[in-house]
C-alpha cells in the first residue's frame, strides 16, 4: 500500500544491518534487492515484518537467492506499474504518539502545530488526487517544503523520511478564522491571522455558546460545547435536527471515561489508528446537555486524530459535541468556500485551513458487539481499504450499491474496493456524490468496470445509474446481497441459513421484503422462512410514523379500530390521520404488503407507548433497545411461527396484541420492551435451529440494519452458537445497508465465476 512508509522503512533496517541493493514498488507488491552478510541478511528478513510501520501489514513474503551484483549503497529506486487494483490507498490515521509529543514540547519547532504528520500518521486517502502518491499528486502540492523539511523527507534515519505529507510552521498550510453571517466583514486574508490567534478566535466561539464550523480531515464538522444546553438546541435548530443523537469529541479516554462505560476493547478502538466515533453506554456520573442524546441511554464518543483536534480540545476543555458540517442529509461540505456559502447560516464562527479536502470522508461509526465491534458507518480511516472476495470474477465490475447508507465497490482479481460512506441516494447532491466518488476510485486504483451489480428494485436511482451506466447489469436481491456479504467478507461461499432483517428491500413477488429468513449460497437463495406480511398504510410514510405499521397489522388480522391496538394507540394519534390510515387500509389505497423486521420493531414502540412517530430514522426501534433490559423478568409473549406451504411464517400479530393488551394493563415499557426483544430472539433460534436439522446446513448468517441492535445480535448469536450452529456476522462491513455494494459485487462475481449453487432440499 501507498504511503504507509514501507520503502522508507526497508532502507533504514538495510543501512542498520550494513546491507545495499534496492527497493522498489513492482505491480502493487515491493520487491527488495538485499546483499550483505549472510547474519545480517536473516535479521533484515525478521525485521521487515516484525517491526513494520505502524500503518503497514507484510501480508506474504517470498524469498529467493540470486548472486551477488556488488550494490555499492542500498536505494529506494523508481516503481514499476502496478496492474488495477494492485496499489491499495491508505485510508486516512490519526496523529501518532510521537507527533503528539511534538506538538506539546514547547522545544520543538513543530510545538501546537495544527498540521504536523509523519510516515506514521496523517491525511493519506482525503489529500490523494492521483497516483502514484506523491506529494505532487496530493493538496499538500502548494506547500513546498523548506530547507529543514527538505532535509527530514531525504534523510533515511528520520521519522519523516518519504513523508509526503511533511511540513512545518514555516511552510506548512495555515489556519484562520471568519465571523460568519456578516457580508460586512471584509474577509482577512490567510497571512494576516496566525494559526495562535484564529484557534483563540475559535474557543471563544465555543465558550460563548456559539457553533464553530471547523474544517477538518475528510469534511466540514460543525462543533458546540456539549455541556451547553441552549448551545445544543441552538446547533439543533439551525440544523433542523431534531432528535437524532450528536457525537461528541473528548480530550483524552480519562474525559471519556467520564461519560461513557467503555471496556478495554471499546478503549482500543477509541485510540486506534482509524478514531471512530465510538457508541457506548452512559456512565454514572454522565452530565452533558440534554439535547445531545435524547431519549437513549448511549453516547457516541470519538477522541480527537488531528493535531488540530488536540489543539481544540484541550484548548476548550470540555466535551464538544461534533457534527456532519451539512444541511439535513446533503453531503458533507469540504471545500472553503461552500463552507462560507453553505454553513454560514448554520455556524457564527469558522475555522479554516488552506489544505484541500481532495476526498470527502466522514467519521466512522462503531459498536461494542458480541466478541468484537460492529461497524455502524465504515469511512474515514478504514476506506477505500480492500476486502478479499470468497469468488474472482473474471471480469472487473461496479456494485452501485443500496438506496440508503449508499456505499459503491469495485472489484478486480477478488479484491473489492468499499467506497466510504456516501449516503442516501434520494438528492442531486449524494447522487452527484456517488458519480464523484466512482470516477474518483476508478483513477485512482485503475479500474475499468465491464459489468455492473445493482438493486432489483426498478424504480431506484442507483438502478438507473447501473443501466444507464452501458455496462453490463445484474441485479441482485436486497436481502440476498445482505447475506452475501457476510459470507463473502468471511471467505465463504456458502450454504448458509441467512437471517436478513431490516427496513425494507424490494422482493421479485413486488411486496418490501425484511424479515427474511432465506437459505443462500453466494449465486442463489430461497426464502425459507420471513414474517408474515401486514398492509403498511402511508408506505413509505410508515417508516416514519410507526403508529402506521401497528395499525396495518391490526387491519391485516381482522382487527378494527376499535380492538386492542385502538386502546393503546387511538389517543396518541390524531383523529384525521387515524381515519385516513384506517381508510387505506381498508380500500387498499397506498398501503402495501410488507413483511418488514424493522416496521415490527416500529409497531411494538409505538404500542407499548415508547414512541408512535419517529423523526429520524431508527429512532423508535433504538430507542426500545435502550430501554429493554437483557436481564429483566418480565411476561413471555407469544410469536409463532408457522409453516404454510414448506415456508415457516413468522406471525408478528399475536406478539403485538400481546404487548398492546399489557401496556393498557399497566405494564411498564421498560419490561415489554426486554419481553418483545426475547420474543424475537427466540422465535428465530427455534425456526433457525429447526431449519438447519431438516437442510443439515449448520452455519447461519445474521444481517440487515436491525442488527445494529446489540440485544439482537448478540442474543441470536449466543442462542444459536449455545445450540451447535456455527454463526457469522458482520465485522470488516456494516450489517446495514452500507454493506450492500459488497454483497452485490459478491454474487456478481461467483455468477460470473461460473460457481455452481449448492443448496441442498428441504427434509420433513
Ligand atoms: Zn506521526
Ligand atoms: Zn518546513
Ligand atoms: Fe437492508
Not at 523508481?78 to 490515521?93: K, N, V
Not at 490567510?190 to 494559526?195: E, I, M, V, Y
Request: net charge negative.
Amino acid at each position: 500500500m501507498q504511503g504507509v512508509g514501507f520503502r522508507p522503512f526497508a532502507h533504514r533496517i538495510a543501512d542498520r544491518e550494513g546491507l545495499t541493493g534496492w527497493i522498489r514498488n513492482e505491480h502493487g507488491a515491493v520487491r527488495i534487492l538485499v546483499e550483505g552478510v549472510p547474519s545480517h541478511l536473516d535479521r533484515f528478513l525478521a525485521a521487515l515484518t516484525a517491526e513494520a510501520p505502524a500503518l503497514a501489514t507484510v501480508e506474504s513474503m517470498e524469498v529467493t537467492r540470486v548472486a551477488p551484483g556488488g550494490h555499492g549503497d542500498f536505494r529506494i529506486v523508481e516503481s514499476r506499474a502496478a496492474g488495477p487494483g494492485r496499489l491499495p490507498i491508505a485510508p486516512d490515521a490519526a496523529m501518532c504518539e510521537a507527533c503528539h509529543g511534538e506538538l506539546l514540547d514547547p522545544k520543538d519547532r513543530r510545538h501546537r502545530f495544527p498540521f504536523i504528520t509523519c510516515t506514521d500518521c496523517g491525511p493519506r486517502f482525503t489529500v490523494i488526487q492521483g497516483v502514484p502518491y506523491d506529494r505532487e499528486r496530493t493538496s499538500m502540492a502548494p506547500f513546498a517544503q523548506c530547507p529543514a523539511c527538505r532535509a527530514e523527507y531525504a534523510s533515511p534515519g528520520d521519522r519523516r523520511y518519504h513523508s509526503q505529507s511533511n511540513s512545518c510552521p514555516e511552510c506548512g498550510p495555515r489556519l484562520w478564522y471568519e465571523v460568519s453571517g456578516n457580508a460586512e466583514a471584509e474577509r482577512a486574508p490567510p497571512a494576516a491571522r496566525g494559526d495562535e490567534e484564529a484557534l483563540a478566535h475559535a474557543l471563544r466561539t465555543l465558550e460563548g455558546g456559539g457553533v464553530l464550523a471547523l474544517r477538518g480531515l475528510g469534511g466540514f464538522h460543525l462543533a458546540v460545547d456539549a455541556a451547553n444546553e441552549s448551545a445544543v438546541r441552538r446547533l439543533r435548530q439551525r440544523k433542523h435536527r431534531d432528535a437524532k443523537p450528536f457525537a461528541v469529541m473528548v480530550r483524552d479516554l480519562d474525559e471519556a471515561h467520564l461519560i461513557a462505560r467503555s471496556g478495554e476493547l471499546a478503549d482500543r478502538r477509541l485510540e486506534s489508528p482509524t478514531r471512530p466515533i465510538v457508541i457506548l453506554p452512559r456512565a454514572p456520573s454522565y452530565r452533558l446537555a440534554p439535547s445531545v442524546s435524547p431519549g437513549l441511554s448511549t453516547i457516541g464518543v470519538m477522541l480527537p486524530y488531528t493535531p488540530l483536534h488536540h489543539l481544540l480540545t484541550t484548548g476548550f476543555g470540555g466535551p464538544l459535541v461534533m457534527t456532519s458540517g451539512n444541511h439535513g442529509n446533503a453531503a458533507i461540505v469540504t471545500g472553503v468556500d461552500e463552507a462560507l456559502d453553505k454553513l454560514a447560516d448554520l455556524a457564527d464562527g469558522l475555522l479554516l485551513h488552506d489544505r484541500d479536502i481532495v476526498q470527502r470522508c466522514d467519521d466512522s461509526v462503531e459498536r461494542i458487539g458480541p466478541g468484537g465491534h460492529i461497524l455502524i458507518r465504515r469511512a474515514r480511516g478504514l476506506a477505500p481499504l480492500p476486502i478479499d472476495l470468497s469468488a474472482v470474477s473474471p471480469r472487473p465490475l461496479l456494485a452501485v450499491g443500496s438506496h440508503l447508507k449508499n456505499t459503491l465497490t469495485l472489484a478486480v482479481d477478488g479484491r473489492a474496493f468499499v467506497s466510504q460512506h456516501i449516503g442516501d441516494l434520494d438528492t442531486l447532491e449524494t447522487l452527484a456524490h456517488h458519480t464523484e466518488t466512482r470516477d474518483a476510485l476508478e483513477t485512482l486504483l485503475g479500474i475499468e468496470p465491464e459489468v455492473v451489480a445493482h438493486d432489483l428494485h426498478p424504480g431506484y436511482l442507483s438502478t438507473r445509474l447501473a443501466l444507464e451506466s452501458g455496462l453490463e447489469a445484474h441485479p441482485v436481491q436486497h436481502h440476498h446481497a445482505h447475506v452475501a456479504a457476510v459470507l463473502a467478507e468471511h471467505g465463504e461461499q456458502g450454504p448458509a441459513i441467512g437471517v436478513a432483517f431490516d427496513g425494507t428491500g424490494y422482493g421479485p413477488d413486488g411486496t418490501v421484503w425484511g424479515g427474511e429468513i432465506l437459505l443462500a449460497d453466494l449465486v442463489s437463495y430461497t426464502r425459507v422462512g420471513h414474517l408474515r406480511p401486514a398492509l403498511l398504510p402511508g408506505g413509505d410514510l410508515a417508516a416514519r410514523e410507526g403508529w402506521r405499521a401497528a395499525v396495518g397489522y391490526a387491519a391485516s388480522s381482522g382487527e378494527g379500530p376499535d380492538g386492542v391496538v385502538g386502546s393503546a394507540l387511538r389517543s396518541r394519534v390524531s383523529a384525521s390521520a387515524w381515519d385516513g390510515a384506517w381508510a387505506q387500509v381498508r380500500h387498499g389505497i397506498n398501503a402495501p404488503l410488507a413483511s418488514s423486521m424493522g416496521r415490527l420493531f416500529d409497531a411494538a414502540a409505538a404500542v407499548i407507548g415508547v414512541r408512535e412517530a419517529s423523526v429520524y430514522e431508527g429512532q423508535a426501534a433504538m430507542e426500545l433497545e435502550s430501554l429493554a433490559d437483557p436481564d429483566e423478568r418480565g411476561p413471555d409473549v407469544p410469536f409463532p411461527a408457522v409453516e404454510e406451504e414448506g415456508v415457516l411464517v413468522l406471525d408478528g400479530w399475536p406478539l403485538l396484541e400481546a404487548l398492546a393488551t399489557a401496556a393498557t394493563g399497566g405494564q411498564s415499557p421498560r419490561t415489554l420492551a426486554a419481553a418483545f426483544h426475547r420474543a424475537v430472539n427466540r422465535t428465530t433460534i427455534e425456526t433457525v435451529t429447526g431449519l438447519a436439522r431438516r437442510t443439515g446446513v449448520d452455519t447461519v448468517v445474521l444481517s440487515g440494519g436491525c442488527f445494529q441492535n446489540l440485544h439482537l445480535l448478540g442474543g441470536m448469536k449466543g442462542g444459536l452458537e449455545a445450540l451447535g450452529l456455527r454463526v457469522l456476522v458482520p465485522a470488516r462491513l456494516p450489517p446495514n445497508d452500507g454493506a450492500i455494494a459488497f454483497g452485490q459485487a459478491a454474487v456478481v462475481s461467483a455468477a460470473l465465476a461460473g460457481i455452481r449453487t449448492r443448496l441442498p432440499e428441504i427434509g420433513g
